[in-house]
Structure formats: structure tokens, C-alpha cells
Nanobody
Framework: QVQLVESGGGSVQPGGSLRLSCVAS????????MTWARQAPGKGLEWVSS???????TYADDVKGRFTISRDYAKNTVYLQMNSLKPEDTAVYYC?????????????WGQGTQVTVSS
């Protein structure tokens, strides 16, 4: 059974940083692509970034240069380092199993972690 547990969210001021973590279990993490997506209030699920099993990465245009996705195979964990945060980054952030550049609620996701960017 796929389990994904996110952590690291919180409240920060614009320009601040956060690092999200997602611990994965129940599937072969080392051979799975992983994805971060987010959902802002009143909006749908929005793709943020994905990483292949071989550390290849891709980012949505509005986070490129500010966010970095990475993974630690020994810890079965995928990270999202978020720098230069903006109020429009406010959302619940979800970790998903797979290369989910068109995310759907039917995919495997964690419970999410809230990120709030406000002065």
C-alpha cells in the first residue's frame, strides 16, 4: 500500500524559505519518479515539480529558479526546497508517486502540508 507523508509546511514572510519533506513507503521508491503538486484555495491541483528515479528534474515555469526538488534513496524521502517565496505560493502542497505533470486526484498523494506566505 502506497504511503506518502509530507511535512515541513508553515507560515513565512515573502522572500522566505521552507523545505518540504515526503517520506514514502509501500512501493519501490528507488525506481519511482516522484512529484510535488499544490492546491490553492478555490483552485485545482497544480503541478509544481517532478524528479525521475535517476535525479532528472523538471519544474513549472512559475517556480523555476526558486524551488529545487531532490531525493534521498537511503531515507526514501523526496524534498522540495522553496526559496524566494511569494504570496501566490500559498497552498497545500502534496507529494505524489510517479511522473505526474498532469496531476489528478486519482493518483497516489499524501495528506498534504500547508504553506502560507504572508506579511
Amino acid at each position: 500500500q502506497v504511503q506518502l507523508v509530507e511535512s515541513g509546511g508553515g507560515s513565512v514572510q515573502p522572500g522566505g524559505s521552507l523545505r518540504l519533506s515526503c517520506v514514502a513507503s509501500g512501493f519501490p521508491f528507488s525506481s519511482s519518479a516522484m512529484t510535488w503538486a499544490r492546491q490553492a484555495p478555490g483552485k485545482g491541483l497544480e503541478w509544481v515539480s517532478s524528479i525521475t528515479s535517476g535525479h532528472g528534474t523538471t519544474y513549472a515555469d512559475d517556480v523555476k529558479g526558486r524551488f529545487t526538488i531532490s531525493r534521498d534513496y537511503a531515507k526514501n524521502t523526496v524534498y522540495l526546497q522553496m526559496n524566494s517565496l511569494k504570496p501566490e505560493d500559498t497552498a497545500v502542497y502534496y507529494c505524489g508517486k510517479g511522473w505526474l505533470t498532469r496531476p489528478s486526484r486519482s493518483d497516489d498523494w499524501g495528506q498534504g502540508t500547508q504553506v502560507t506566505v504572508s506579511s
